[in-house]
């Protein structure tokens, strides 16, 4: 009754779960109207003869208007304005600038005399100050009427053309080289003002020389005509927003493709378009209607989901942690695709969904793995770009995954699948584009980058696949290795102080190992599991047989209290194994090596010399519980017939054949297999296998001759 109140409790959660991921993905599904057919680009038409239902305009591609817009702003010629005001500012800078040098270099340094007596006159510096300040006037008009723009150096190599403004009104079009570069303009008023200096100023040359290094000095020219940026931007503005989003109008009844013919460049414009005006029309739309569709969709997807978990693997299903965990990878993922497609401009391909499967199979089934990461695609295919494409690359690329890691044992593995999964990308990818293009320039080799980040990204599969172990208690073949090694401190204790039950655990380690592999199982897991399902042994080594090399302690006990010792070593391997924090599906192995077996040399003995008393056979019984999986079994016949093969006196293929089978028919008898999914084939596989292994473990040896003289050398 209780078993099947919490497998009802266990069915509503899982039907809980289903319905969480149903209305999550009917809110994240599109609600527009779609297009009723699929085509692509270099592929055939597959559908009946297209006529145009209404007319409709031929769209221009994005790439198309990105290259007008791309020739306009090469072809733009730029706006420059003329600053009528900058030429009095700087004719006033260098006019106290002047007024500073001629009071430095000439009042100054003559002492206030004039020595210079030229025709007879002695002007005062007064007067030739004027002089001076009248050529520093002309040398600045004429350089800000022939106009300084500032320097730039691959406008002046290309000497580009512009319009010049003055005010609301265009001067006309100009070169760049027409006007003075800031570079230049220092010069130029150097030489421009020696020039006019020396036909009207009495002053000496080496004066005049020295007063023109003030343009030098205080090279400071303000550029008159300037960039115009506002004009710019809107001008541009304008001739990009001119552009026409349409090239031709496809009437009513025309014929658009048909069907078998090859969608070509020109065809799949039309198509492009006649889909984005269906799609965008929502006139005719009933949006009750649209949303009992996607409810359609989305309950058919799941409901074979869920008949699919209930036919194949109801245990999954009735797992809390496993569904769990299956749809937390699922949901995860689609609404990261979904995020990413719609709120960003991330390409679709650097997400790594190939990961969803890998960390599926790593803790559960291929078949799980494989048949969940399929209906993931679906519910993707809805709402990403080129569906087709994105889902076939991706499924490729996930079966490529699961294949190269069928196993995660070695780090190197899961680079080899990085390389392996970038490639199936590549390959895929590149054949979308060569069937769609027809050549090889229409490839966008940019996106082979996104492929590759993407690739990268699968090496997060290790932190995350630790993140799970920790979160829901599973165990990865990487962890197993671990565990495995004989290094571990509660293996090596083990050596140390019961090495007889250490060998005896290695060599069930290689008998149940070889027998999963016969009959399909996890032979890391139960090799593992075998290695440690006699730690509980640690504690009082002495005890068991397998330690023993003189007295036997047991002679001085009774027979009950030696059953109580020797059956206790189960629940102390258990407290041994949390000790060192050793995963659940291990102690599972200790807690299950003997089921609810009896410890049949005490229990007989006791029986023999107590006949006449009321027997409790519990005191003689493991606690149990029965192998609850194929590993655990097989562990269970491994540990009987490892242990009971020690005792045969003499070692033929008979005997040992004897003593297997009638081990295991001893526990099948017992029903210690009950909550195991054995078959008997498989049983009978597990024996010959255990009979060959153990025939060549005690195998007979050549006898070597005794040496009965000494050889001459």
């Known amino acids: 009754m209780k078993k099947s109140a919490n497998n009802k409790l266990r069915i509503i959660y899982a039907i809980i779960v289903f319905i969480v991921a149903m209305v999550l993905v009917f809110f994240m599904f599109p609600k527009e109207k779609k297009f009723a057919y699929d085509f692509e680009k270099g592929s055939p038409w597959l559908h009946d003869d297209l006529i ?72 005062s510096l007064d007067e030739e100050l004027v002089v001076i300040n009248d050529c520093l006037n002309k040398v600045m008009q004429e350089l800000y009427d022939k106009g300084i723009i ?41 030489q421009s003002f020696l020039q006019k200096c020396r036909a009207v100023s009495q002053m000496p040359d080496t ?31 304008g001739q990009l927003n001119s552009i026409s989003p ?6 009513k009844g025309e014929l658009i493709v048909l069907k078998g013919n090859i969608v070509d460049n020109q065809t799949n414009s039309i198509l492009l378009s006649l889909k984005n005006e269906i799609e965008s029309d929502s006139s005719n739309v009933n949006a009750v209607w649209v949303n009992i569709g996607i409810g359609v969709l989305i309950l058919s997807i799941f409901g074979v989901f869920f008949l699919y978990f209930w036919i194949f693997h109801r245990s999954t299903l009735l797992s809390f942690k496993h569904i769990t965990f299956i749809f937390l990878q699922l949901l995860m993922f689609i609404i990261i695709v979904y995020l990413i497609i719609n709120f960003t401009s991330i390409n679709n391909y650097l997400i790594p969904i190939v990961i969803v499967p890998i960390l599926l199979f790593t803790f559960l089934h291929f078949r799980i793995a494989f048949f969940s990461f399929i209906v993931m ?7 990403v770009p080129n ?62 980058l996104w492929l590759g980040g993407n690739a990268l990204l699968l090496i997060s599969f290790f932190p995350l ?5 920790k979160l829901f208690g599973f165990i990865s073949d990487v962890t197993l290795m671990e565990l495995s090694d004989t290094n571990h401190p509660a293996l090596r204790a083990l050596a140390e102080k019961a090495p007889g039950t250490f060998q005896h655990s290695m060599q069930v380690a290689n008998l149940a190992e070889a027998g999963i592999r016969k009959i399909g199982g996890n032979p890391l897991l139960v090799r593992t599991g075998a290695l440690y399902h006699d730690i ?22 009774s027979y009950d209290k030696s059953a109580e010792i020797i059956i206790r070593h189960v629940s102390k391997g258990v407290e041994i194994a949390k000790k060192y924090r050793l995963p659940a599906q291990i102690v599972d192995f200790i807690k299950t090596h003997h089921g609810r077996s009896i410890t049949k040399y005490f229990y007989n003995s006791y029986v023999n010399e107590n006949e006449s008393k009321d027997i409790d056979k519990e005191k003689f019984m493991y606690p149990g519980p029965k192998p609850l999986s194929r590993e655990m079994a097989v562990l269970m016949m491994a540990d009987s017939v490892e242990a009971a093969s020690r005792s045969i006196k003499e070692y033929t293929p008979e005997n040992i054949s004897k003593l297997i089978d009638g081990i295991i028919k001893s526990q099948l008898d017992d029903g210690q297999f009950e909550y195991v999914d054995i078959t008997f084939k498989d049983i009978s596989d597990i024996k010959q296998v255990f009979k060959e292994k153990i025939v060549n473990i005690y195998h007979a040896r050549i006898e070597y001759p005794e040496l009965k003289k000494t050889p001459i050398v």
């Open 52 to 123: 145009a239902p209404f007319d409709f305009p031929v769209y221009k591609s994005q790439d198309e208007i990105q290259m007008e817009k791309d020739s306009i702003i090469n072809s733009f010629i730029p706006y420059f304005k003329l600053d009528t005001l900058v030429s009095s500012e700087m004719l006033a800078y260098y006019q106290n600038k002047m007024a500073s040098n001629w009071q430095l270099k000439v009042v100054e340094k003559n002492n206030n005399k004039w020595s210079i007596n030229l025709f007879n006159k002695k002007p």
């Open 150 to 190: 500032l320097a730039n150096d691959s406008l002046q190599k290309s000497n580009s053309q512009f319009y010049l403004l003055d005010g609301n009104t265009l001067k006309g079009k100009f070169t760049y080289n027409h006007f003075i570069s800031t570079q230049q303009v220092a010069d130029n008023a150097k």
């Open 207 to 237: 004066v005049l020389v020295e007063l023109s290094e003030l343009f030098l000095e205080y090279d400071n020219f303000a550029p008159n005509i300037i960039s115009d940026e506002a004009t710019n931007h809107d001008v541009l503005k």
């Open 246 to 251: 349409t090239r031709g109008v496809v009437q």
């Open 377 to 383: 695609l679906f519910v993707l295919g809805f709402f």
């Open 387 to 448: 569906s087709f494409q994105f889902l076939f690359i991706n499924l490729v690329a996930g079966l490529v995954a699961l294949f190269t890691l069928r196993t995660i044992q070695r780090r190197r593995q899961l680079f080899l699948s990085v390389f392996a999964v970038l490639l199936a990308y590549i390959v895929t990818y590149f054949g979308f584009i060569i069937i769609r293009e027809g050549n090889f320039s229409s490839v966008v080799w940019s996106d082979f």
């Open 465 to 469: 696949m630790y993140v799970y172990e």
């Open 536 to 557: 509980g042994k640690t504690d009082i080594p002495e005890y068991f047989i397998e330690n023993q090399s003189g007295k036997n302690p047991h002679d001085d006990l």
